[in-house]
């Protein structure tokens, strides 16, 4: 992670940083889409070159976001975190400048008093726990960790699941902060105050939800999983490798792009390398995200 890779973006009264913990991540399409080819990213043109190369790869970057409102210092997610051991090596051991960065951006640990994870991936709840003198501990002593009911109850269930799905997140990252009772369990539809609710988003996990922002007239939000490359824009009822429930995730996708395309919502993906965030314009081109709002129709 690097301070050259953050984006602050002002929602009203809120802000949003982006921290960047893996940047511009290449891989195979099939990746996220089993069924799509390079022939598929390359149909779309406008994807290159922010998400995806010349050669047909998509990119997307791992990363979280910190937010500020008139009340509150908020960490959306908390990435993938350092000193782990995952099923996949480019996660495994990493060292990053998580902290460091959260400071350049003006929050100290202490001072953060929500941690909203939109669902229980490893790559989203990392940083909720660091390693001191060998042990995990709360990165954010003084938070709330604001975890869905839902969602924790179907990881709490999982067993011996592997790859993606692995659970050795939930033993270094989720259950040190229920030890250290600082987990609210909340509902999809939370209000976490006046600027911020969540909007249920399942399919991805099943209690997986995305963080709607409004102030003074202006309106963000945070997709979280429901997509991780804006291909999905253009084709939202493919199968996604990563959904627990491929069938409810494209009707999730579905029903996301016809209330947000060509309205004044702007959209933070996840896992959107940069820019990152967007306006969806759907036209008799197809579905794009773009760096204009659509025009009002008169």
């Not at 022939?39 to 970057?61: D, E, F």
């Not at 911020?196 to 999983?225: N, Q």
């Not at 494209?250 to 996840?270: C, H, K, M, P, Y």
Request: glycine share 6%; with cysteine.
């Amino acid at each position: 992670m690097s301070i050259q890779t953050m984006r602050t973006w002002k929602i009203g009264d809120v802000e949003i940083t982006r921290l960047v913990e893996v940047n511009n991540w290449e891989d195979d399409i099939t990746m996220l889409l089993p069924d799509a080819t390079p022939q598929t990213v390359l149909a779309y043109p406008w994807l290159q070159p922010h998400y995806a190369t010349p050669q047909g790869k998509m990119i997307i970057s791992f990363q979280c976001f910190v937010m500020r409102t008139r009340e509150h210092q908020i960490m959306l997610d908390t990435c993938i975190g350092s000193d782990r051991k995952r099923e996949f090596d480019i996660f495994t051991n990493m060292k990053s400048d998580f902290l460091s960065d959260l400071e350049h951006a003006g929050f100290r640990p202490e001072k953060i008093d929500l941690v909203l994870c939109t669902h229980l991936h490893f790559d989203h709840v990392g940083w909720n726990t660091r390693l001191v003198n060998g042990k995990w501990v709360p990165t954010f002593p003084n938070a709330r960790y604001l975890f869905g009911r839902k969602e924790y109850e179907h990881w709490k269930m999982l067993k011996d699941t592997h790859g993606y799905h692995d659970l050795n997140h939930m033993y270094d990252a989720v259950q040190p902060v229920l030890d250290a009772g600082l987990v609210d369990l909340i509902e999809p539809s939370h209000s976490i105050c006046p600027e911020v609710t969540l909007r249920p988003t399942p399919g991805h996990t099943p209690g997986h939800v995305s963080i709607v922002i409004e102030s003074r007239g202006k309106r963000a939000i945070l997709t979280g999983d429901m997509m991780h490359n804006p291909i999905q824009l253009e084709r939202p009822d493919d199968t996604g490798r990563f959904d627990m429930d491929q069938v409810k995730a494209r009707e999730t996708r579905v029903r996301f792009i016809d209330d947000l395309a060509n309205t004044d919502v702007f959209v933070i993906g996840s896992h959107f390398s940069d820019p990152t965030g967007g306006w969806i314009i759907r036209d008799e081109h197809g579905c794009r995200l773009a760096q204009q709002p659509a025009a009002k129709k008169k």
